[in-house]
Structures are given as structure tokens and as C-alpha cells.
């Protein structure tokens, strides 16, 4: 079987909003029942455990979805960091789930194709990410200050869902569980203890919601598909 732990319990500070970015009505319906939607809709996903703030916990919206989409089989609060909201999800995936993906709420437009690609190399390698190339190069900049400039042909940025088999996952968490706050995603745990991790190519319109400007493209990638 394979679950997917779907996170969507950030703090959203850099989309300064009184609404969790989540929540944000994306041309009629928040932003994150788009992969909710997804999820739910492709054949290779048997379930979702979903993981949200505290505030959203107590909110109408969990037993909406939960009735909406029922491949949804647990709703778990979040934790300090993005890693602990992660490792909230995967302790509550079935004990049948030997493939698991996670993937960031905030992220609408996942397809199932990508989806496929991801669960494929999962299941081949271990541990598979998809990721888009950088055009262009790439500058550390800290207080209105260019710092630094990394130019490398190679550079891509990772996307989600990330997946892997579920004793990878379970590893890296063992051994990273009281650091997890060091680590920006599960796949960047993976390199650090030497497992190789099988990148896919990822996909322009898998955007990821973090500022209201996200949220101006957001709308033009819908209205362009229509």
C-alpha cells in the first residue's frame, strides 16, 4: 500500500495573513483541498494522513474534508518544526503503507503523473524526489546585501510529494528525531546519513504557495487551464 502524509500545518509568517495560507480561497476553495483533491482522485494513493495547526484542528473544515475525501484516514495536529509535523503524519500511516510520499499542503497543483513518477522511483530506489532546474544563478543576499553567488548548471530546486519506503523514512527519523529542525525536508535526512536518494524531473506549474504573490500565479495557471 502507499500513504500519503500531506503537511500543512506551517506557520505560513512569510504570507502574512490573518488566514492560514492553507485556508486561503483559491478561486472557491482553499488552497490546500486542491491536493487534497488530487490525492484522493489517483488510483496509486490507498490513503491520506493529513496534518494541520492546532487551529485548524478545531475548526468545521476537518470534518468537511474528512467527509469529502474519504481516503483522508487520520487528521494530526503539527509539530514544532516541518520534520516533527512529518513524523506526526508517518506514526499514524498504516502499518500496510510500505511506500509513503509527503507532500507540502501548500502545493495545489500536484498531478497524478508526478505522483506516479515519484511513487515509481520510490519504490525502485528507496528514496525519490522530483525536482525543476534553476535558471540562472543563484544569490545569498542578507540584509538587502548581496553576499555570494552560486552559478552552477546543475542546480534544481526540490519539489513534492517526496516518497519513500517506509523502513528508509523510518531510519532517518531514528537516527535525526532530536535535531529534526536542522533539516528542511525528508530527503535532505536521506543524503545526510549516505542514502541515495533518485531524483525525477518535476513540473513548472507545482508551485508552492508562500506569499500573496504566489497566490497572483496561482490564480493565472488556473484560469490559463480553463
Known amino acids: 500500500m502507499t500513504g500519503c502524509v500531506i503537511v500543512a500545518a506551517g506557520r505560513g509568517n512569510r504570507f502574512k495573513s490573518k488566514v492560514p495560507k492553507i485556508l486561503f480561497n483559491l478561486a472557491g476553495m482553499p488552497v490546500v483541498e486542491y ?3 488530487t490525492f484522493s482522485v ?3 494513493i490507498d490513503e491520506i494522513v493529513l496534518v ?3 487551529q485548524i484542528m478545531e475548526t468545521d473544515y476537518i470534518t468537511k474534508w ?3 475525501f474519504p481516503k483522508i484516514k487520520k487528521v494530526v495536529p503539527g509539530g514544532m518544526s516541518r520534520e516533527e509535523s512529518v513524523l506526526n503524519g508517518i506514526s499514524q500511516c498504516s502499518a500496510r503503507c510500505d511506500t509513503i510520499l509527503v507532500h507540502d499542503g501548500a502545493r495545489p497543483f500536484v498531478t497524478e503523473s508526478l505522483i506516479a513518477s515519484v511513487i515509481n522511483g520510490a519504490q525502485a530506489h528507496g528514496a ?3 525536482a525543476y532546474p534553476i535558471n540562472g ?3 545569498l543576499v542578507k540584509g538587502n546585501k548581496l553576499v555570494s553567488t552560486i552559478f552552477e548548471t546543475e542546480l534544481q530546486v526540490a519539489q513534492t510529494p517526496q516518497g519513500f519506503k ?5 531510519k532517518v527519523f531514528q537516527i535525526y528525531r532530536n535535531e529534526l529542525d536542522k533539516y528542511p525536508d525528508e530527503s535532505s535526512m536521506c543524503e545526510q546519513s549516505g542514502i541515495s536518494v533518485r531524483v525525477v524531473p518535476g ?4 508551485i508552492k504557495i508562500t506569499t500573496h504573490d504566489d497566490i497572483k500565479i496561482a490564480l493565472s495557471l488556473l484560469n490559463n487551464s480553463m
Open 52 to 54: 494541520v495547526n492546532k
Open 137 to 139: 544563478s543563484v544569490k
Open 166 to 170: 517506509r523502513e528508509i523514512l523510518e
Open 42 to 44: 489517483c488510483p496509486l
Open 35 to 37: 491536493s487534497l483533491k
Open 128 to 130: 525519490c524526489i522530483p
Open 66 to 68: 474528512t467527509g469529502k
Open 203 to 206: 513540473e513548472i506549474t507545482n
